[in-house]
């Protein structure tokens, strides 16, 4: 009976030491995937970001799924790593979003403003891109981010 108590109590640190250790990992993996972004606009007003990279299929696939509210200075930065024209859509996304569309030289090629929560409408890049940056819905207009301003971040200094 003591030991049946004892192998009981040892099965039950293992699952929450598993647990612990896989929260703690998607954490880590999560932290390790946000830097930092810069839009400056035309007149040169600069716009700071915090953005999650996206940059396997499995990452671009889940996107900014399921989430019910996003800070205003965060996104998403889709590193498509090839330059093509993309189609994006909002399936299971809970918030509008605006898409900011562009090309390898870091140029913001086409703005779609208010995407609307879980329509499955196609959203095109108006043209080949190399990256794509999800942001509050509404943010681009507050901001005066337009196409044509430039985007600041590593990924367009590498992307071929």
């Known amino acids: 009976m003591k030991a049946s108590k004892t192998l009981t109590n040892i099965i039950a640190f ?5 647990a612990g ?11 390790a995937h946000v830097q930092k972004l810069v839009i400056v606009g035309k007149n040169g007003v600069r716009h700071d ?9 499995q990452e671009q696939e889940l996107g900014l799924m399921f ?8 996104g ?6 090839r330059t093509a024209p993309v189609v994006f859509w909002m399936k299971n996304t809970l918030i509008p979003l605006d898409m900011l569309f562009v090309a390898p030289d870091g140029v913001i090629t086409h703005v779609h403003a208010n995407a609307v929560p879980e329509d499955l ?9 190399s990256g794509v940056i999800e942001i509050d819905g509404g943010r681009a207009k507050a901001l005066g981010i337009a196409a044509g301003d430039r985007v600041l971040h590593p990924y367009f200094n590498d992307v071929k």
């Open 14 to 18: 293992l699952c929450i030491a598993a």
């Open 21 to 31: 250790v896989f929260y703690f990992s998607r954490r880590v993996r999560a932290e």
């Open 49 to 57: 970001f915090e953005v999650e990279i996206a940059s396997t299929p």
């Open 67 to 74: 989430r019910k509210t996003m800070a205003p200075d965060h």
């Open 76 to 81: 998403m930065l889709f590193e498509m790593n």
């Open 121 to 129: 409408t196609a959203i095109p890049s108006e043209g080949p891109v």
